[in-house]
């Protein structure tokens, strides 16, 4: 989502110089790196097309843009970490209404283990498992014992 915002950022002033404050470590470092990179296909065609979308904008811009990183929650005063803030609240409106939806679309695109998924989006163990079942990717192990 932040990538696509700071995408669409740098199309609509792509004729003035920008700064651009993220709290996703992965977004400025996206940014900072497109400029020198190659595009190559990846296994999920929207993440492919927000890349292809910011090389082109990248690409069309005659001003200068700075990106910089700030940490997220943080609480230090002042109008950047209250932009933050309000623009975090904009992000976050649901574009993955549940949670099962939001962890299946998570380990697509990571791969994370069972039990990575159970703390990150508080699955049951059975949710967690049905998910890495379902994913193509990943070999299951063989279940057997008393602890599995």
């Known amino acids: 989502v932040e990538l696509a915002v700071v995408v669409r950022a740098l199309y609509k002033w792509k004729d003035e110089s920008l700064n651009i404050v993220s709290d996703s470590a992965y977004v400025v470092n996206v940014i900072q790196c497109a ?78 283990n069972s039990t990575a998924l159970q703390r990150q989006f508080k699955l049951t163990r059975e949710q967690a498992w049905a998910i890495m079942r379902s994913c193509q990717n990943i070999i299951m192990p063989l279940l057997y014992g008393v602890n599995l």
Do not use: W
């Not at 811009?61 to 109008?79: M, N």
């Not at 970490?81 to 649901?94: I, K, M, S």
């Not at 299946?104 to 791969?111: A, D, G, N, Q």
């Open 35 to 112: 400029e020198c990179a190659m595009l190559k296909e990846v296994n999920n065609p929207l993440l492919y097309d927000q890349f292809q979308q910011l090389l082109s904008v990248l690409h069309v811009r005659d001003h200068p843009h700075f990106i910089v990183h700030l940490r997220a929650h943080t609480s230090l005063p002042g109008p950047v970490t209250e932009g933050n803030t309000r623009t975090d609240a904009l992000t976050n409106a649901a574009l993955v209404p549940n949670t099962l939806m939001q962890a299946k679309l998570s380990h697509e695109f990571y791969h994370q």
